[in-house]
């Protein structure tokens, strides 16, 4: 079945840290690019990050720029967030999403998963 | 930085009815990169409409997308109940953008 799982998310308080994982399959997950997307409950979506193929290239929101860091490993069909000095404005649901292409980011998403939810709060 | 605006916030509308989404850009948008996308509550968002016009594998010849330059529309021409979801516009290319969403509610 071609999928995509997120996982990791949880409560943390502020200034403290995530690491996302999302896991595909039912496609060649080395050929496209991926992304994270979050959504504040019962708001609009906001792109996070992305990564090419080969992780040669990479872009982030400003908002999370020096503070997430994603990252992916083929051979586990498998693509990371990792979260540092989280704010209260981060709390949302984060979804992996894959890229039309190999390139990035600049196309969009024909495949989402379900997401993870993180709190950050004290 | 670009800001996608979505209108109405809210549609209710009856199964049958014809829905119009609107979604407008503070730029123009090039090459008419343009996605829409439905999410229906609990679930993951799904691709319904690229390049402005295009609809993806498998979307029901109801859903349409038109438009260019800042102002561009989904159309649902005969509402179902399966179609209560928000719908989510997204500027693409130069930027990765989203906007706000309009939710449709079937009466």
């Known amino acids: 079945e071609v999928q995509l799982v997120e996982s990791g998310g949880a409560l943390v308080q502020p200034g403290g840290s995530l690491r996302l994982s999302c896991a595909a399959s039912g496609f060649s997950f080395d050929d496209y690019a991926m992304h994270w997307v979050r959504q504040v409950p019962g708001k609009g979506l906001e792109w996070v990050s992305g990564i090419s193929w080969n992780s040669d290239n990479i872009g982030y929101a400003d908002s999370v720029k020096g503070r997430f860091t994603i990252s992916r490993d083929n051979a586990k069909k498998s693509l990371y967030l990792q979260m540092n000095s989280l704010r209260a404005e981060d709390t949302a649901l984060y979804y992996c999403a894959k890229d039309i292409s190999s390139g990035c980011c600049y196309w969009y998403f024909d495949l989402w998963g379900r997401g993870t939810l993180v709190t950050v709060s004290s | 930085e670009i800001v996608l605006t979505q209108s109405p916030g809210t549609l209710s509308l009856s199964p049958g009815e014809r829905a119009t989404l609107s979604c407008r850009t503070s730029?123009?948008?090039?090459?008419?990169?343009l996605a829409w996308y439905q999410q229906k509550p609990g679930q993951a968002p799904r691709l319904l409409i690229f390049g402005a016009s295009s609809r993806a594998t498998g979307i029901p010849d109801r859903f349409s997308g038109s438009g260019s330059g800042t102002d561009f529309t989904l159309t649902i021409s005969r509402l179902e109940p399966e179609d209560c979801a928000v719908y989510h516009c997204?500027?693409?290319?130069?930027?990765?953008?989203f906007g706000g969403g309009t939710k449709v509610e079937i009466k």
């Open positions: 997204q500027r693409y290319g130069s930027s990765l953008t």
């Open positions: 730029q123009s948008v090039s090459s008419n990169y």
